[in-house]
């Protein structure tokens, strides 16, 4: 078994990391850390092509995202990181699923900046949260669109103080369908890159 397939296995069954055990943790990490031994992109930022696009979340450590899943009557749907690289942007966009016709979405638009050959700096800018049927929302792509086209979405769009919001991100793994990162809170992010990104 390839060590990309261990690593999906271990991830199987932990709903992004929602379900995952301590034991599952530890299972996963070490399966992270044998995959980056093998890491085909050592210098992801000279791969455009492969950075470009929208990936979705399998697996993160992150509770600030996990944490989405807590609210009563809601439930974490897709998450997406969605990478820009000729504006060097990427959004971040959480589905929030809820009872009919209250589905929601929450969103986060940063800049990124390479600062050596894996790790970039990330401020975040702006936070988008609302019901997706008032943005019109149909997928990430289109919704992308809308925010690059300059719509403002009610009832809550603003602006974030970078110095409140930044951070850093390493990629630690990247080939043509799997992205690793490891971020500056000490989480692990693991994610897909879905076809027909655009």
Known sequence: ???????????????????????????????????????PTPKPFEAKELLEGNWRLLYTTSKGILGLDRFPLFKLGQIYQCIRTAEATLYNIAEVIGLPFLEGIVSVVAKFEPVSESRVNVKFERSIIGLQRFFAYQSPSQFIQQIEAGKKFFPLDFGIDSRDRQGWLDITYLDEDMRVGRGNEGNVFVL????NSF
């Open 1 to 39: 078994m390839s060590k990309k397939a261990e690593l999906l296995e271990a991830i199987a069954g932990t709903n992004r990391g929602l379900l995952a055990t301590e034991i599952d943790n530890v299972r996963v990490l070490s399966a992270i850390q044998q995959l980056e031994d093998y890491n």
């Open 192 to 195: 897909t890159k879905e076809k």
